[in-house]
């Protein structure tokens, strides 16, 4: 199973966008998911993740009023809306997939969200 993220783009400073983030199965369900970040030469960061019962859990403070994490079970979709972009939000966002217990086996190719000051 792999994941799929889409939805990155180029945008301004203070404008918005949608990640999508789903399985390339539709079998694949249950499944928790983490946004995670990487900019050049910086480390990954955790920027949240969501269960599949729709418990969150926030990562970087820096994204924190301005980043939602959410999904529709329905579609089998996790999505994370990220307004008020700044130019220090310029990365390469990946998605990933994990169940209890387990760390986060199933990762996507990641999204490029460029943001122009």
């Known amino acids: 199973v792999q994941l799929q993220a889409s939805g990155g783009g180029l945008v301004q400073a203070g404008g918005s966008l949608k990640l999508s983030c789903a399985p390339s199965e539709r079998t694949f369900k249950n499944w928790a998911c983490g946004w995670f970040r990487q900019a050049p030469g910086k480390a990954r960061e955790f920027v949240a993740s969501?269960?599949?019962?729709?418990?969150?859990?926030n990562g970087v403070d820096s994204v924190k009023g301005r980043f939602t994490i959410s999904r529709d079970n329905a579609k089998n979709t996790v999505y994370l809306q990220m307004n008020s972009l700044k130019p220090e939000d310029t990365a390469v966002y990946y998605c990933?997939?994990?169940?209890?217990?387990?760390?986060?086996?199933?990762w996507g190719q990641g999204t490029q969200v460029t943001v122009s000051s």
């Open positions: 969501i269960s599949w019962s729709g418990t969150i859990t």
């Open positions: 990933a997939a994990t169940y209890p217990g387990e760390g986060y086996d199933y």
